[in-house]
């Protein structure tokens, strides 16, 4: 089973992801359906650097992110998903 632990949950409900834990046959998981996922985590998802990321951000090519707190900066998943989704595929040969 694939598993996301949920490493903060704040006042206003909602929960940010940061940590991968790997199931027993050492697989990636996926992405959680709903909440927030930080940066560390994000990059294991995307065929990008973080230098890259942020430039994604400001030229308006990926989410921004949300500001949950002083220090900490996630990115809505559903938005995320949504990328993910909209980019074209590569067929295998």
Do not use: C
């Not at 308006?60 to 996630?74: C, H, R, W, Y």
């Amino acid at each position: 089973m694939d598993l996301i632990m949920p490493t903060s949950t704040f006042p206003n409900g909602f929960t940010a992801y940061d940590k991968v834990v790997y199931d027993d046959n050492g697989t990636m998981p996926s992405l959680p359906e709903t909440g927030f996922v930080r940066q560390k985590l994000l990059l294991r998802f995307v065929p990008f650097s973080k230098s890259t990321l942020w430039r994604h951000v400001a030229t308006g090519l990926f989410p921004a992110p949300v500001k949950l707190s002083d220090g900490v900066t996630a990115w809505r998943v559903e938005e995320v998903r949504q990328w993910i989704d909209g980019r074209p595929r590569i067929k295998s040969s």
